[in-house]
């Protein structure tokens, strides 16, 4: 069983940046996603960015493409996720999830959610304008 906690939500104003952390307990072996998706607001959850645990492979939506970057510490079993230039759509609650997997690409779609077997809570996120 894998515990995520995720920590640094927060509020900001438009071109701001927040730090997002998710820390990781548990057993974590083998090859893995580490994912961090978003649900804005009466919308539905999204992928952000993904990174996969041995190769360290990234991918990202295009709406975070430029702007975050996702990176994780092994030795702390941690996965961040650095935004800058927020804007207002960049509301909403950010979740850490975990897919074991051998597929070095991380899904980001709306749909693959239901690929990922842990999650973390979630941690608020407010950009206001």
């Known amino acids: 069983q894998v515990q995520l906690m995720e920590s640094g939500g927060g509020s900001v104003k438009a071109g701001g940046s927040l730090r997002l952390s998710c820390a990781a307990s548990?057993?974590?072996?083998?090859?893995?996603?580490m994912t961090w998706f978003r649900q804005p607001p009466g919308k539905e959850r999204e992928g952000v960015a993904g990174i996969y645990s041995d190769t360290k492979r990234t991918n990202y939506a295009d709406s975070a493409e430029g702007r975050f970057t996702i990176s994780r510490d092994d030795a702390k079993d941690t996965v961040y996720l650095q935004m800058n230039n927020l804007t207002p759509e960049d509301t909403g609650v950010y979740y850490c999830?975990?897919?074991?997997?051998?597929?070095?690409?991380?899904?980001?779609?709306?749909?693959?959610?239901?690929?990922?077997?842990?999650w973390g809570q979630g941690t608020q996120v407010t950009v206001s304008s």
């Open positions: 999830a975990v897919r074991v997997t051998w597929n070095r690409v991380c899904p980001l779609g709306r749909t693959e959610t239901e690929l990922y077997d842990f």
């Open positions: 548990g057993a974590t072996y083998g090859g893995h996603c």
